[in-house]
């Protein structure tokens, strides 16, 4: 049997995946963690592949584009759950090669295997669990919609020879069906000098959700957090997560208040994805040094921008943590970002790129929204 998602295939795990697998178990940060030990050799990757993998309802988690494996889930059945699992119930298992963290592969493959679970096996709750420090993993299973449900002190963990803590998490048949008719509510953020009213346009892009324009009066990526949290939960008390439409430096924003809410899809259009470096380039086009703005703290330039150290300051301490499937719509003639600066965001991130040659950064002609329309319409 075999899965497919939007970005992703699930298959059953073949021989001649060894290599591969061998690649990313044999990395102490992924299976010691999850709670089997790092991979020897690429012998002991394809014993494992012959005599753990090929079970019933394992699958290899690969990416659709070159069906090359990145990491494993599975099904385990109710006899071998690492909890009281009744006999309608099953648990669900998962690890993904460090290379990939960060992308959201695996809440994609889970929701699938959900599916699965609970349409054609007939499962009526699935149980996850996760051991005591692993903040991933636990993530992930909120972003599934598993809820807490108890902790199992001194677990015995065969495979390491130790004794852990484990965390179980749950979700019943009758949660998940109210999570999926629960439609995503569409949240658009404005760039600078933008308004709420902009998410008008979008609205016939997105038909079948409600369009939410967000009017935000934080200034800084410090004082978004709070202000655009907020706006989040408001919005999740009534939809099972959001897709996000943002612009310039509201993609920025959202990058760093809303990477941990349940966001469903991003499309950002020209983002500002590295602002330090955008910074830097102002600094160098106002013949600013860091010392000088160190020293006085603001300086006004005389391209109407407003240089400030203590801004520097903390993108420099908070580099960017985006783990969410997104869409990049980038113009060509953008004169903020840098083709260079998009493409290694693009690739580190795992998002999807999309070029208009002669777009701006600003996107606003007819030609150019005509482009964004089907951009989004062709992702969508």
Request: glycine content about 6%; some cysteine.
């Amino acid at each position: 049997m075999e899965f497919i998602t939007e970005r992703l295939i699930l298959r059953p795990w073949q021989e001649s995946d060894a290599e591969r697998l061998f690649e990313y178990a044999k990395d102490p940060e992924v299976g010691p963690i999850a709670g089997w030990p790092v991979h020897t050799s690429v012998e002991n990757s394809l014993d494992i592949i012959r005599n753990v993998l090929s079970v019933d309802e394992t699958y290899a988690v690969c990416l659709k584009d070159d069906n090359k494996v990145i990491g494993s889930i599975g099904l385990i059945p109710p006899m071998q759950s690492h909890t009281k699992a009744a006999a309608d119930e099953i648990e669900i298992g998962y690890w993904l090669g460090m290379p990939f963290w960060g992308n959201g592969y695996i809440p994609e493959a889970v929701k699938r295997l959900q599916q699965h679970a609970f349409e054609d096996l007939g499962c009526n709750a699935m149980w996850c669990g996760y051991y005591d420090g692993n903040e991933k993993s636990k993530r992930c299973q909120e972003k599934c919609g598993f809820i807490y449900h108890h902790t199992e002190e001194n677990k015995p963990c065969a495979l390491m020879g130790d004794v852990r803590k484990e965390h179980f998490t749950r979700l019943t048949k009758e949660a998940w069906a109210i999570n999926e008719q629960k439609k995503p509510v569409v949240l658009f953020v404005h760039g600078k000098g933008g308004s709420a009213t902009e998410a008008d346009h979008y609205r016939k892009l997105f038909p079948e959700h409600e369009v939410v324009g967000f009017d935000y009066q934080a200034e800084t990526p410090w004082d978004c957090i709070n202000e655009f949290q907020a706006q989040a939960d408001a919005l999740l008390l009534e939809s099972e997560s959001i897709i996000l439409v943002a612009h310039s430096i509201g993609a920025f924003f959202v990058m760093h208040a809303l990477s941990e809410k349940q966001i469903h899809r991003a499309y950002f259009i020209s983002p500002i994805v590295d602002m330090e470096k955008l910074i830097s380039d102002m600094m160098l086009w106002a013949n600013v040094t860091d010392q000088d703005l160190q020293e006085k703290k603001i300086i006004e330039t005389s391209f109407g921008e407003m240089l400030s150290w203590d801004y520097l300051s903390w993108v420099r301490a908070h580099p960017i943590k985006w783990n969410v499937p997104t869409e990049i719509l980038y113009g060509g003639q953008d004169n903020l970002t840098s083709r260079d600066t998009i493409d290694a965001f693009a690739k580190n991130h795992g998002a999807n790129l999309t070029i208009m040659e002669d777009g701006e950064h600003w996107f606003h002609t007819e030609e150019q929204m005509t482009f964004v329309d089907a951009w989004i319409k062709n992702r969508s």
